[in-house]
């Protein structure tokens, strides 16, 4: 661990950035040059597990910067003189007009936990409950979120999406272009993700933990409140009894691919005890479907759109394995957690630290200065 440790130090040094008095980490350097929203509180979690408490707090402040009055944060922050990833997004700001898997009051929770500091939290709480705030107005029905772009997802090319373009089996172009004619709006995209929803779930938790750190009862139990009839629906709406797991519901319908995703209710922790255990059973350990070599492909191997090699399409993503490690220490499933760990840490110690992973051979994907998969160090 600690040659791989010092060798990721180098990667933290090269990505840090300090541009308009703010403080934060580059996904990649090579590829990824702004702040992105659930990188940047993947680092936050990383930072805290380095002992770099003051820098977890920073990615935070940063990001908030960005946040827009009605009270949306974008994915993407424009700091910094790249001309990569510019788009049009229909806005005079210096940001994207999507958002990203809202996984930002489990960053701040985890830096209050580890640190105690109630100012902190009491200096980001307001922003904190405008984001959510927003979230449930703009992108819920009832409940439940739905995302308006596969950008929102953080999973760009998973082939739940594909289904929405009517095209099995997109090559990466087609998929940039599908994207390119969302944007414009002259294609429909409302998805309700497993792995957005999941996310959302646990940062309800958050909040209600946040708004009590600081003496807000009446906000807390108001969380409580929004996570009791979220999970209902969740369960309600997206809940496949036959199969017994979670798909993505597009137009009242379930789009039944088998990702990864199924296992984020364990980090939302909204499972029983008994359904917890056949999910590891029945899917997570089945060398079929998801116990590659390398786990956890994005895709299930008896998928038609199972490639191990590519993009969010059957490869494997550490900050992937991460929810589900944190998941199955919720349930104090101990012993497949460390299984998981170990793979995730020999997939790194071969290949470095990468976006993504051939969840068969293991080879690295992507640029190989990518600083979320350090959640490695958060594994424990
Ligand atoms: C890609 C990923 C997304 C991530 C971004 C920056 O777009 O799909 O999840 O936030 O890169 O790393």
């Known amino acids: 661990m600690k040659e791989f440790l010092k060798a990721f130090l180098e990667i933290l040094k090269k990505n840090q950035r300090e541009i308009e008095g703010y403080k934060f980490t580059v996904p990649s350097s090579k590829v990824y040059p702004f702040q992105w929203l659930w990188d940047s509180c993947f680092h936050s979690i990383i930072y805290l597990s380095l002992g770099e408490a003051e820098w977890a707090k920073e990615e935070i402040v940063s990001i908030l910067a960005g946040q827009w009055e009605n009270g949306m944060i974008p994915h993407m922050i424009y700091r910094g003189s790249s001309k990569k990833h510019h788009v049009k997004w229909n806005t005079t700001k210096n940001t994207s007009s999507i958002t990203q898997p809202p996984m930002i009051a489990y960053a701040v929770e985890r830096i209050y936990r580890k640190t105690d500091d109630k ?8 922003q904190l ?3 959510y705030g927003w979230l449930r107005t703009a992108r819920g029905d009832k409940y439940l979120l739905y995302i308006k772009h596969p ?11 594909d289904h929405i373009y009517g ?4 090559s990466r172009k087609t998929l940039k272009s599908y994207k390119i004619k969302i944007l414009r709006g002259s ?14 779930l646990r940062n309800l938790r958050s909040m209600s933990f946040l708004a009590s750190a600081i003496g807000l009862s009446e906000k807390a139990l108001a969380y409580d409140q929004i996570y009791k009839l979220t999970e209902e629906e969740f369960r309600k709406d997206l809940l496949d009894p036959e199969a017994g797991i979670f798909f993505a519901l597009n137009e009242n319908k379930h789009i039944k691919i088998k990702t990864a995703n199924i296992f984020l209710p364990l980090f939302a922790k909204m499972l029983k005890i008994e359904e917890a255990e056949q999910l590891i059973e029945k899917y997570l350990l089945n060398e079929n479907l998801f116990w590659t070599k390398y786990p956890v492909p994005t895709v299930s191997i008896d998928e038609y759109a199972f490639q191990p090699n590519r993009y969010w399409r059957g490869s494997t993503w550490i900050n992937i394995n991460w929810f589900i490690y944190k998941g199955l220490k919720e349930y104090h499933l101990n012993g497949i957690a460390e299984e998981l760990r170990q793979r995730s840490i020999s997939l790194v110690s071969k290949s470095g630290f990468h976006e993504y992973y051939n969840s068969i ?8 200065d990518f600083v979320w998969s350090g959640l490695i160090f958060d594994m424990n």
């Open 119 to 126: 100012n902190f939290v009491e200096k980001v709480f307001k």
């Open 129 to 131: 409950d405008k984001y």
């Open 151 to 161: 950008w929102e997802s953080g999973q760009d090319d998973l082939p739940v999406w």
């Open 167 to 170: 095209k099995k089996d997109p």
């Open 187 to 200: 294609l429909h995209f409302k998805v309700k993700s497993v792995l957005f929803n999941s996310v959302y």
């Open 361 to 368: 051979n293991g080879m690295g994907r992507g640029p190989d």
